[in-house]
T-cell receptor, first 115, second 113 residues
Framework: EAGVTQSPTHLIKTRGQQATLRCSPI?????VYWYQQALGLGLQFLLW???????NRGNFPPRFSGRQFPNYSSELNVNALELEDSALYLC??????????????FGAGTRLSVL | QKEVEQNSGPLSVPEGAIASLNCTYS??????FFWYRQYSGKSPELIMS????GDKEDGRFTAQLNKASQYVSLLIRDSQPSDSATYLC?????????????FGKGTKLSVIP
């Protein structure tokens, strides 16, 4: 069974540009979470999608947005990139509202570098 | 703001010793607690979950929970060099936050051969 897959592995952008990160959850999982892991800050919750809808978002500005597609894959968009957006972005999936919230399966992440 | 606090370490223990990792949380309504392990350059993976006060054992790992003190710990017995990693404490929130995890910054463990 394939795990959570994320693409691209690395992404280099310049300040002010837009970045798009993609995530495919484990087959059968309907919930997708996005996290930012910046140096020294730990895992910060960004967004949660389930059944195609945004269910909650963390304390991030509106230029962080995303969506979930009918096949439950997800996309994270970061507009007007700033230097401090440089971080590892992790996607995690779980079976859905019926499953335990805490049991999440993580992808390998996308390393975003903003120059 | 719901917070999860961990000592950042590094925590160094000799091979074969017991490693003790601690975590405190601010949301008194939290009911579910998790420990994730993250090897350098890798993604986090779940190693333990605990929902009730007391101890929960799984192999060399024991999770301990004290809701009154808002305290969670992870003990690793007979520590091995392969246990060297960053350990993340995660707490499931209550109320509006009951479908997401709040993570601590992690404790870096180094097991010395």
């Amino acid at each position: 069974e394939a795990g959570v897959t994320q693409s691209p592995t690395h992404l280099i952008k310049t300040r002010g540009q837009q970045a798009t990160l993609r995530c495919s959850p484990i087959s059968g999982h309907t919930s997708v979470y996005w996290y930012q892991q910046a140096l020294g800050l730990g895992l910060q919750f960004l967004l949660w999608y389930d059944e195609g809808e945004e269910r909650n978002r963390g304390n991030f500005p509106p230029r962080f947005s995303g969506r979930q597609f009918p096949n439950y894959s997800s996309e994270l968009n970061v507009n007007a990139l700033e230097l401090e957006d440089s971080a590892l972005y992790l996607c995690a999936s779980r079976p859905g509202l019926a499953g335990s919230v805490g049991i999440q399966y993580f992808g390998a992440g996308t390393r975003l570098s903003v120059l | 703001q719901k917070e999860v606090e961990q000592n950042s370490g590094p925590l160094s223990v000799p091979e074969g010793a017991i490693a003790s990792l601690n975590c405190t949380y601010s949301d008194r309504g939290s009911q579910s607690f998790f420990w994730y392990r993250q090897y350098s350059g890798k993604s986090p993976e779940l190693i333990m979950s605990i929902y009730s006060n007391g101890d929960k054992e799984d192999g060399r790992f024991t999770a301990q929970l004290n809701k009154a003190s808002q305290y969670v710990s992870l003990l690793i017995r007979d520590s091995q060099p392969s246990d060297s990693a960053t350990y993340l404490c995660a707490v499931m929130g209550s109320g509006a936050g009951s479908y997401q995890l709040t993570f601590g910054k992690g404790t870096k463990l180094s097991v010395i051969p």
